[in-house]
Structure formats: C-alpha cells, structure tokens
Nanobody
C-alpha cells in the first residue's frame, strides 16, 4: 500500500530552483508531521526539513534560508521549495511521515542533481 508519492525531482544547474511534492494518504497526512530527508551514496539519511500538523517548521542548518517546506491540507500534499541550489544538495530526497520523532512511513525517494 503506497502512502507517500514524491514528484518534482530532476537535474538543475547550481543557483537554480526545484520544487518537490509529496502526496500522502489522508490518514497519514492528518496524523503526522511531514518531513523531507536526503541521502547520498554511502552516507546516512539526514533530515532536511519538517513541518508539523500546526504548520511549525524546522530546517537543517545547511538549507536554512534556501529551502522552504509547506503543506496543503486540502490536497494532503507537502512541498519542499529549493532555491539557490548547490552541487552539495545533490541527493536522493525522501518524503516522510513523522510521529513524535519516529518515521512512520517513507516515500520511494526521488533524485535531485545539481550541476556545477
């Protein structure tokens, strides 16, 4: 049963922008904070940003001021707007449903590649 479906990744030049989307099932979306993680080969999966059911947000230091997370409660969708992209932002990005700090569900992952 697929509960989180990501879209919007791709290839972009440094300094460019991308917007990731994650569509969630209603039960998952309404009950959890939603977040984005990223992972590069051989490294752990790191939290990029999350947004609570009430709209509170938190960001990794490396993306503060460049990325913005938001959620549309009418569409059960969470977004990650990524601006001023850098080559070091290249990774597979994963959408996640987070419940009291524990990931309850993962998306399938989507590739973001930033060329220099």
């Amino acid at each position: 049963q697929v509960q989180l479906v990501e879209s919007g990744g791709g290839l972009v030049q440094a300094g460019g922008s991308l917007r990731l989307s994650c569509a969630a099932s209603t039960s998952i979306f309404n009950a959890n904070a939603m977040g984005w993680y990223r992972q590069t080969p051989g490294k752990q999966r790191d939290l990029v940003a999350y947004i609570t059911t009430g709209g509170g947000t938190n960001y990794a230091d490396s993306v503060k001021g460049r990325f913005a997370i938001s959620r549309d409660n009418t569409k059960n969708t969470v977004y990650l707007q990524m601006d001023s992209l850098k080559p070091e932002d290249t990774a597979v990005y994963y959408c996640a449903a987070i419940h009291y700090g524990t990931v309850r569900a993962w998306g399938q992952g989507i590739q973001v590649t930033v060329s220099s």
